[in-house]
């Protein structure tokens, strides 16, 4: 998942503006495999949600992430001493913590620079991150990863870093636009620290989007609720079902909804969708990797990959990277 989850933690609730939410709904439903953005998944009640969502004993991602973040984490850092810290959607930070405590442990943290779509959000977790580290220079940027976005000036070298597997999100192309925009802004001494979940048995992955317990297709329904509210949608919730399948060709989780009979729904000022029975919408995509697949994306975006970080379990990796020559 947004994995803010996964695209999951690295998500923050939705500020939800009417006129790109009906763009983006119209063109998401036109399309020959209807989709929906996943990131209007996160109003209130999905961002809720998804926090039980990580605490379910089958969503292994988050877990899986911090444990190897506590684990290599404190020793690359004391490596490389960067002297400022960039998080591309940086949400609520907390697992910014483990990196934050690592530069202070090796007396090089000295600026923050957390990159969110949310203001609100950004300012409300930088206040709380001033309160813990006073001497730490933080330097909230409103941005949006999946286009350019505008730095303040960084203290050298940075760390910049992208976690909760969220770059997973994405097909090749959009991922390869994202890290290539992050190379772009990358000095010799800069890294790229990337979390991305891995391939395994796909019964584990399936598991982690098909939880006993429902919760996580409740929180894909409710995308559909925050059309109705927002768009005053007329999506019957009875009318449609949760799907989570594992693509074992393209190495990636579908999460659909797919609809229960022929239907029709109006979205006013939108449009009218038909939609026939067993047909879906895709709601979001949880690309998985190895070792050589994250190679070659570094390498499309300008990017060596230097040090690859898993725990014993090799359920998640930390990738390192740092600017190609030709970038230079």
Request: proline share 4%; glycine share 8%.
């Amino acid at each position: 998942m947004l994995e803010p989850t996964e695209a999951l933690d690295g998500y923050v609730p939705a500020q939800v503006d009417r006129e790109t939410l009906a763009r983006d709904v119209a063109r998401g439903l036109a399309m020959p495999q209807k989709e929906l953005d996943p990131k209007y998944f996160y109003d209130e009640k999905g961002s809720e949600l998804f926090e039980l969502i990580t605490e379910l004993p089958e969503y292994y991602l988050t877990r899986a992430e911090r444990a190897v973040l506590e684990g290599e984490i404190p020793a690359f850092v004391g490596g490389m001493r960067p002297r400022s810290l960039v998080e591309l959607g940086a949400g609520s930070a907390n697992k910014t913590r483990i990196i934050l405590d690592a530069m202070q442990a090796a007396g090089s943290a000295e600026q923050y620079v957390p990159v969110d779509v949310s203001r609100d959000f950004l300012e409300a977790s930088s206040g709380r991150l001033r309160e813990n580290y006073p001497a730490l220079d933080i330097v909230t940027t409103v941005g949006d990863f999946s286009s350019d976005i505008v730095l303040p000036a960084l203290v050298q070298p940075t760390l910049f870093v992208f976690l909760g597997s969220t770059i997973g999100n994405f097909e090749n192309g959009a991922a390869v636009g994202i890290l290539s925009r992050i190379a772009r802004q990358m000095r010799t001494d800069d890294r790229f620290l990337l979390g991305a979940d891995l391939r395994k048995d796909p019964a584990v992955i399936e598991a982690a989007y098909n939880d006993a317990a429902g919760v996580t297709a409740e929180f894909n329904m409710n995308l559909l609720r925050v059309l109705n509210r927002e768009l005053d949608a007329e999506f019957d919730l009875t009318a449609f079902s949760h799907r989570a399948i594992y693509d074992t060709d393209m190495h990636r989780i579908e999460m659909h909804l797919d609809s229960l009979r022929d239907q029709t729904v109006v979205i006013p000022d939108v449009g009218e969708y038909a939609f026939a029975r067993g047909e879906s919408i895709r709601t979001e995509l949880s690309c998985k990797y190895d070792r050589p697949g994250l190679e070659n994306l570094f390498a499309q975006a300008g990017l060596c990959l230097d040090v690859w970080m898993t725990g014993a379990d090799n359920l998640f990796a930390l990738a390192v990277g740092s600017v190609a020559r030709a970038l230079r």
